[in-house]
RNA sequence: GGGAGAUUAGCUCAGCUGGUUCAGAGCAUCUGCCUUACAAGCAGAGGGUCACUGGUUCGAACCCAGUAUCUCCCA
């Protein structure tokens, strides 16, 4: 026998993989005497590299994917990969930098040439480390959402919605990246608490009189003194507290309250902007806190949103100074060409020195960012396309609200429904070149036709246009982009082609898909919006259950980034713990939704269950079989029959809940509790000694059980000690193995209670062995006084075993110098000449008979309760007085030992 | 500022419609073991006023109210 000691992940993890794949058992295609099970990938985004977040997510998919087609379903995982707008481009704008060539300097065609090239470098990285992991993806479905049929999707939807009137171009503010140089949504956009500066300004009111005041005047004189000037400053000036002292250029109002008699005088007044010296009016609206700041708003419609708001309520001009890289511009006048927060500082001094600056306080506010480029976001009005939500996002929060997708956990029900009734028009046009071009072709009069190619829309704009001789040299192309996320709403339809030909095979049979894996970050950007794309273009939800994983976080609580150099490479680990230790120490951890403190213990965990299952199989192996002796492990056979059924029973329980942790967890302990250290311990021959034929048969049936559960988790280890066990048919694998469905075993919850009750024996003893330092192995006897022979009887031969005794007797009254234990209502006796130290066995037993006739009072104090006895159901009844037999058998014979010591 | 959720052992978490076990698991800890499958192991043990204060109930970790702390979402 020559099986290694120890697993070696290594050596069987790629053959293993590599197998699957050329028995092509990963591939999925309807199969009308099948049911379908489907996944859609997350599609990883073509920049990134495999990080802690993928390993959980694809392990947590692997695992449905891979039981559910051990459980007979046609199990389709459809991979892919996202294209990934603005984080690719700017990768891509890096790279050609260090190559020292400007992305201005570039066409466009030109520019999505370098970009193609790096996709395809770079693109599928992560779609290998997934194999690796032992994703069990259908490759051969692999997509791209940039790849020309995906492509041909998203033009269609658009052109469709178009024409629905559910997109519009329009003038909006916008959350302007002026890194990126492109629109983000909403939804892209991060707010960071900060402590900012508020500047308080003074705006020179036109025709008070034209005297500064001293500053420095009014830090020194008194509080009532500096009131009256303060008023008698108001006069003059209006204090108008900003945070962004940089954009009064772009000043076209300065508002108050009317309400607020403190600036009465000023209604139907003008000021004048500091430094820059325009006159801009007095306005009037109600919107203006009076408590904020000084009660004095300045308006800038075209960098703030709410000023934006009040410009088109109270008729103004809109003047914006900011250039799309965030510099000013020459409407500013000042500063031109300088970058905002450049300005910011230079204008603070510039005031200062003006004397039109009363002072700077700190003010905790929140600063806008975005998601991709970090840069902090520019309120931008601009002209872009829309994409109008609240039709959809009705519906897609019905199909939530009943249950007909259902989220795990169900907490996040409630930020949907928040998210879903707030939710804002979609701003879907990104200013970029990688992605997919929006299909609209501006006229030479300004106007625009929609269409899904060229020549339909050449037709359309003669049409439109009334001239028959436009070509399609008149017409020009947007220049924009879509939104990422606009082509990802389509996944689970457009990977089956579900636009290009809606009525196909693969669609009618995998769609809708059965659950989906993803973060809760992406609830909104992705979950949501498929939801919506699939009600509107299937009228069928997309998928059934949305498990939401938490994020990776450090054993610390710090979220995994590369910047703190916090997270481990998911491949070292892998070739240190092996896949499959990876995946279930991912999964130790990871209850729905929560997030994961990732400890490497955890892993190491995982390496070491795949061990103690590789040593379980090793000594299987080791047995030489004996036709002649009889069937010797009755006993325990049927014990861990009805482990089985009910453990599987209670698995399936968990998975139906997407309880992934409890699921392993239970398959854990079934494995390692009680197979290894009760079952194999009780069916184990002597060393050297023989086992029964039928007793190995159960055996190594039973460990086939096992692996069958143990798959979806550690698939490799499972599979190669699949095969290790026998001869294998070509096309019999673990990984097509039917999953166990096991039949309630008549009397099974009797078995296992009556093995309780062994056991517990068992254990009493092992805690005396332990107490008395007498080593495992020392022979010893037990003396039983019991009204249960019949258990003793029945399980004589594994009471002995485990607990390594030479006999087992009835006795009727404690044997001379023995150490006793109680267990159920019995009384056990271990003789132990010499070894006794009668105080200290006096002591424990009178604590223990204290303890139990405490609870036997608790117990009859209820009982006694009339209240309780009416009102409490009949099983709960019976349960307290079964207790109190219990105990008072337990303090009789707790009695009768301290008597006899 | 508005909303949601959480608080149970040293850590991470279960605990279903209040009632099996005067609270469970894994890890960690402690004790003893290199016992012929496994020291990546075996056997055993200790460890909790279920955040706090009230209330409802025969009975509360669980239901209700308030308080404190934390997390997330939205502004």
Known sequence: MSIAKTYTPADVEAKWYQRWQEQGFFKAKPNPRKPAYSVVIPPPNVTGVLHMGHMLNNTIQDVLVRRARMQGKEACWVPGTDHASIATEAKVVALLKEQGIEKRDLSREEFLTHAWDWKEKYGGIILEQLKKLGASCDWD????????????????????????????????????????????????????????????????????????????????????????????????FLLIATSRPETIMADVA???????????????????????????????????????????????????????????????????????????????????????????????????????????????????????????????????????????????????????????????????????????DWCISRQLWWGQRIPAYYLPD?????????????????????????????????????????????WPI???????????????????????????????????RMIMAG????????????????????????KMSKQLGNSPDPLDLIATYGADGVRTGMLFSSPAGNDLLFDIKLVEQGRNFTNKLWNAFRLTQGWEVNAELPFASAKAVEWFGAKL??????????????????????????????????????????????????????????????????????????????????????????CVAPWPKLAPVAGGAELLSRMDKALDIVAGVRNIRNQKGLGPNKPLTLAAKTDDAQLLQDYDGIIRKLAALTEVTLTDAAPAASVGFVSGGSEFFVPLEGQIDLGAEKARLEKELEYTRGFRDTVLKKLSNEKFVQNAKPDVLERERQKQTDAESKIAALEQSLAAL
């Open 141 to 236: 479905r692999t997509r791209f959402t940039m790849e020309p049929e995906l492509t041909e999707a998203v033009l269609r939807v658009f052109v469709d919605l178009y024409q629905k009137g559910q997109i519009y171009r329009g003038i909006r503010m916008v959350n302007w990246d002026p890194q990126g140089r492109t629109a983000i949504s909403d939804e892209e956009v991060i707010a960071k608490d900060t402590v900012a500066k508020m500047y308080y300004l003074r705006y020179e009111v036109v025709g008070g009189e034209n005297s500064a005041v001293k500053t420095e005047n009014l830090e020194t004189e008194g509080a009532e003194q500096h009131e009256a000037q303060l008023s008698a400053l108001t006069s003059k």
């Open 535 to 558: 009600l509107e273009y299937r009228k069928e939800v997309p998928f059934r259950n949305v498990y939401l994983t938490g994020i990776v976080r450090d054993d610390q609580g710090r």
């Open 254 to 424: 300065v508002a108050v309250n009317p309400n607020d008699e403190r600036y009465t005088h000023l209604h139907g007044q003008k000021v004048r902007i500091p430094l820059l010296g325009r006159e801009i009016p007095v306005i009037l609206d109600e919107y203006v806190a009076m408590d904020f700041g000084t009660g004095g708003l300045k308006v800038t419609p075209a960098h703030d949103l709410n000023d934006y708001e009040l410009g088109i309520k109270h008729n103004l001009p809109v003047i914006d100074i900011l250039n799309d890289d965030g510099t000013l511009n020459e409407k500013a006048q000042l500063y031109v060409g300088q970058d905002r927060f450049a300005v910011r500082k230079q204008i603070a001094k510039d005031l200062q020195e003006a004397g039109l600056l009363e002072k700077i306080e700190d003010y905790n506010s929140v600063l806008q960012t975005s998601e991709r480029t970090g840069a902090v976001i520019e309120p931008k009005l601009s002209l872009q396309w829309f994409c109008k939500m609240d039709h959809m996002a009705k519906k897609a929060l019905e199909v939530v609200e009943n249950d007909e997708i259902k989220l795990h956990p169900p907490k996040f029900k409630n930020m949907y429904r928040v998210w879903m009734e707030n939710v804002r």
């Open 446 to 490: 300004g106007s625009f036709v929609v269409a899904l190619n060229q020549e339909q829309a050449l037709e359309q704009a003669r049409e439109q246009s009334g001239n028959a001789n436009l070509q399609l040299t008149d017409l020009r192309q947007d220049e924009d982009v879509l939104d990422t996320w606009f082509s990802s709403w389509l």
């Open 645 to 734: 059924q009910a453990t599987v029973a209670e698995l399936d329980e968990h998975f139906a809940k997407f309880r992934m942790s409890d699921a392993l967890m239970t398959v854990y302990k079934l494995v390692w509790d009680d197979f290894c250290s009760v079952y194999l311990e009780m069916v184990k021959p002597a060393y050297q000694a023989p086992i029964d034929a039928e007793t190995l048969k159960h055996t190594i049936g039973y460990l086939e059980t096992l692996l069958k559960l143990l798959h979806p988790f550690m698939p490799f280890i499972t599979e190669e000690i699949w095969h290790e066990l026998k001869e294998r048919g070509p096309k019999e694998y673990l």
């Open 494 to 528: 457009s990977v089956f082609d579900g636009f290009k030909d809606p009525d196909n095979a693969d669609i009618n049979y995998f769609y809708p898909t059965d659950d989906l894996v993803t973060a809760p970050e992406i609830l909104f950007f992705w979950v949501a």
